[in-house]
């Protein structure tokens, strides 16, 4: 059971004292924001700006997004081919642009 000393739980006492907290930070927050220098008052709202490079990469990438993953015209060219046996695997070919891969790769 709560103890009710000199009126300061009745309802009407404890609206008044939350409206006398409230009154009492908004002028503390007001006088801490007119005591503050201009650039940390600046710095309380946000802000992004994104340099030159990242505009570009961020074109590049919505650009790679709109064209597809791979030529179907060609896919088609080359399993026509496979079909017909007409393909051909240069295999020196083949291996130079392995290796050179891999020398990329891990060199």
Excluded at 7 to 34: C, F, H, M
């Amino acid at each position: 059971m709560v103890n009710n000393i000199n009126g300061q739980n009745q309802p009407n006492n404890v609206a008044n004292n939350i409206k006398q907290q409230r009154a009492e930070l908004q002028r503390n927050d007001a006088s801490n924001t007119a005591t503050k220098p201009a650039a940390q008052q600046k710095a309380a709202s946000d802000s992004v700006s994104l340099t030159p490079q990242a505009q570009q990469l961020k074109g590049l990438q919505d650009k790679a997004q709109q064209t597809p993953a791979f030529d179907s015209k060609k896919v088609e060219e080359l399993k026509k081919a496979i079909s017909e046996g007409k393909y051909q695997v240069d295999a020196e070919k083949l291996a130079k642009n392995i290796a050179a891969f891999e020398f990329d790769l891990y060199g």
